[in-house]
């Protein structure tokens, strides 16, 4: 009988060799899945503040996020209704996107999660004077105008924060030159561990004008 004293292989253990051995064909995994073309830097997205280091995403992920756009009733509902699946799938991809890059921050330590707000000043001063016409005529029509406003993920839950666009029938001076105002709408919380949708906020002011509560317009750029 061998006197060789035998140690138990822990778990992490027998993680190192296996990443080595992935580490071998990662760039070429990464390349092959996400290939530069299918990947979008959010830093040089104008429509968009990233406020965290992580800011490269899949096209596919970037496609699902409606960030510089506004939604009808109508859209709302269908994206809540067909599109939430897809971003969970997209989202699931992203992280794995995070796992094959190898991204580290500056403390050297792997990318675990990304915050993303809707740019303030394209916002106000690009998208809403394109489209102010049409708003007013929903608004008028009593339909509901959302907009993302926010958008996190990491490796626990993501979340996508919907905000409202209101009118002020009666403006007051600060805003005669702008009776469109905004509002906190609805938030929507997927959970990773139980697969599971949460409404984590629900506006009930649903006053399309003169909302009791409301941010007005920056003054300038």
Known sequence: MSDTLHLPFTEQAHHLPAQEHFETHRLRQFNHFYPEENRVNLHTEPRVECCTEASTITCNLHHLLKFGSTLDQWDFDNFIENQLDDIVK???????????????????????????????????????????????????????????ERFSLNHTKFELTFSEVHHLSTPSEETSLWPLVVTLSKEYTYHWSSSSWEITLDNLDHWINNPAHYTLPPQNP
């Open 90 to 148: 997209v989202c699931s991809k992203q992280l794995l996107f995070w796992h094959i890059s190898g991204e580290v921050n500056t403390y050297n330590e792997p990318v675990d999660h990304i915050l993303v707000w809707s740019n303030t000043d394209y916002f106000w001063f690009i998208l809403l004077p394109q489209s102010s016409q049409e708003i007013h005529f929903f608004l008028e029509d009593g339909d509901h105008i959302y907009f993302l």
